[in-house]
């Protein structure tokens, strides 16, 4: 096998995955499309009205679209929301956009339960 074929298989992931209690969503278009590309492959049939699919399904669901200003943050968790970005370009003669990502460890709360409920 190719390494490219080998990097492809060591590199795929199911687009919604259950792991125990916790759903994961990951789905990025544009590296499925790619990949396909480099691998001179066709992006199957069925693959690829899927993706169409969502993608609509994601475009009419849209919850937050907003530009953030100078001294906004958004956190949300990566594994559970969709989310994409607008192109950006810095605007001549004003300040360089800087943006700065962080990883937090998400703790698990049972917000069900009477104690996890304060300030709710």
């Given at each position: 096998?190719?390494?490219?074929?080998?990097?492809?298989?060591?590199?795929?992931?199911?687009?919604?995955?259950?792991?125990?209690?916790?759903?994961?969503?990951?789905?990025?278009?544009?590296?499925?499309?790619?990949?396909?590309?480099?691998?001179?492959?066709?992006?199957?049939?069925?693959?690829?009205?899927?993706?169409d699919v969502l993608d609509d399904t994601l475009d009419k669901g849209?919850?937050?679209?907003?530009?953030?200003?100078?001294?906004?943050?958004?956190?949300?968790?990566?594994?559970?929301?969709?989310?994409?970005?607008?192109?950006?370009?810095?605007?001549?003669?004003?300040?360089?956009?800087?943006?700065?990502?962080?990883?937090?460890?998400?703790?698990?709360?049972?917000?069900?339960?009477?104690?996890?409920q304060t300030g709710l």
């Amino acid at each position: 096998a190719s390494i490219m074929s080998l990097r492809m298989s060591y590199n795929s992931y199911p687009i919604f995955d259950v792991q125990g209690d916790r759903l994961r969503f990951r789905y990025m278009r544009y590296w499925i499309e790619s990949a396909h590309k480099k691998m001179n492959w066709k992006v199957p049939t069925l693959l690829r009205i899927a993706m169409d699919v969502l993608d609509d399904t994601l475009d009419k669901g849209c919850c937050f679209h907003k530009s953030l200003e100078r001294g906004d943050i958004l956190i949300c968790n990566n594994a559970v929301i969709a989310h994409g970005r607008d192109a950006f370009q810095d605007t001549p003669g004003k300040p360089r956009r800087h943006l700065v990502r962080a990883w937090m460890q998400m703790q698990k709360v049972d917000l069900l339960k009477p104690s996890n409920q304060t300030g709710l």
